[in-house]
């Protein structure tokens, strides 16, 4: 069983940064490949990072590519999520997601087995 935690969610202007850490409980955490989904008021949930066991193998959906960066530190149990430039449409919750590493990049939320809580990103305009 893994848990996980989210924090660093809050309210930033357009053009802020922030970054988001998720603490996971598990010593299965190392195997497992990462995410992080985000879902806004009215909109479904959609993807926006992955990153392999390794840190070796990372993707990021169009709407992030070269203002976010996905991490991971396994001695610590956490991956992050560095959000720069960040703009009005990124406001949502962010979750976030693992699973066990099968080699691939996995885009849909019903890939992943564990869920985090959310935390809240607002982006002032």
């Known amino acids: 069983q893994v848990q996980l935690v989210e924090s660093g969610g809050g309210l930033v202007q357009a053009g802020g940064s922030l970054k988001l850490s998720c603490a996971a409980s598990?010593?299965?955490?190392?195997?497992?490949?990462l995410g992080w989904f985000r879902q806004a008021p009215g909109k479904e949930r959609e993807f926006v990072a992955h990153i392999g066991w390794s840190g070796g193998t990372i993707y990021y959906a169009d709407s992030g590519k070269g203002r976010f960066t996905i991490s991971r530190d396994n001695a610590k149990n956490t991956v992050y999520l560095q959000m720069n430039s960040l703009k009005p449409e990124d406001t949502a919750i962010y979750y976030c997601v693992g699973r066990p590493d099968g080699g691939r990049i996995y885009f849909r939320g019903v890939e992943y087995d564990y869920w985090g809580q959310g935390t809240q990103v607002t982006v002032s305009s």
């Open positions: 598990g010593r299965t955490f190392r195997s497992y490949a």
